[in-house]
T-cell receptor, first 115, second 118 residues
Framework: AQTVTQSQPEMSVQEAETVTLSCTYD???????LFWYKQPPSRQMILVIR??????QNATENRFSVNFQKAAKSFSLKISDSQLGDTAMYFC????????????FGTGTSLTVIP | DSGVTQTPKHLITATGQRVTLRCSPR?????VYWYQQSLDQGLQFLIQ???????AKGNILERFSAQQFPDLHSELNLSSLELGDSALYFC?????????????????FGSGTRLTVV
């Protein structure tokens, strides 16, 4: 079964510092996508970054980058120069060919940026 | 504004009642997905429609049903409501029907409907 595990329910970081959120997943497929979504207090789910499994290069989007370790089935999110607006729940998500376009989500990590 | 519109934003109802949640997908998107987010949990996939037809089913209860109309908006019907059905219900849309390596860019989510059953 496809699973996504986020082992850090809560994290905090000082403003302007760097923080890394962890995610592991389980699949027997070689073709899949991984995502990080952000859910601020407004509840809106916002796509932060996406990684294609067949690409070796780690994805980056401004202050957000991932460390994709395919063999280890690990997909961590690094937030650099943390800002107060980064305070949110962060969900790791996964979709693979055999599941159509259904996404599997982790239980989330609540990140608080401290001024 | 993500382009996916969900109404209502909040809904409070009593046990045993029936409610309908509505979703309008982003312009150009043919797939609509419904997810349930309960307290302290991630999002659980309920059901997917593509261009009016059901495409995939997840952990959707028999008391729940959905449909997608010709104008592509979708409705999620929840009946015989129980306290445990209280949750945030998200609708999301995408352009693709199914897995497409070239096009799986991720969903666009609506802002959700907060359902409280009392």
């Amino acid at each position: 079964a496809q699973t996504v595990t986020q082992s850090q329910p809560e994290m905090s970081v000082q403003e302007a510092e760097t923080v890394t959120l962890s995610c592991t997943y389980d699949t027997s497929e070689s073709n899949y996508y991984l995502f990080w979504y952000k859910q601020p207090p407004s509840r809106q789910m916002i796509l932060v970054i996406r990684q294609e499994a067949y690409k070796q290069q780690n994805a980056t989007e401004n202050r957000f980058s991932v460390n994709f370790q395919k063999a280890a089935k690990s997909f961590s999110l690094k937030i650099s120069d943390s800002q107060l607006g980064d305070t949110a729940m962060y969900f790791c998500a996964f979709t693979e060919r055999n599941t159509g376009n259904q996404f599997y989500f982790g239980t989330g990590t609540s990140l608080t940026v401290i001024p | 504004d993500s382009g996916v519109t969900q109404t209502p934003k909040h809904l409070i109802t009593a046990t045993g009642q029936r409610v309908t949640l509505r979703c309008s997908p982003r312009s150009g998107d043919l797939s609509v997905y419904w997810y349930q987010q309960s307290l302290d949990q991630g999002l659980q996939f309920l059901i997917q429609y593509y261009n009016g037809e059901e495409r995939a089913k997840g952990n959707i209860l028999e008391r729940f049903s959905a449909q997608q109309f010709p104008d592509l908006h979708s409705e999620l019907n929840l009946s015989s409501l129980e306290l445990g059905d209280s949750a945030l219900y998200f609708c999301a849309s995408s352009v693709v029907e199914a897995w497409d390596r070239r096009k799986t860019y991720g969903y666009t989510f609506g802002s959700g409907t907060r359902l409280t059953v009392v």
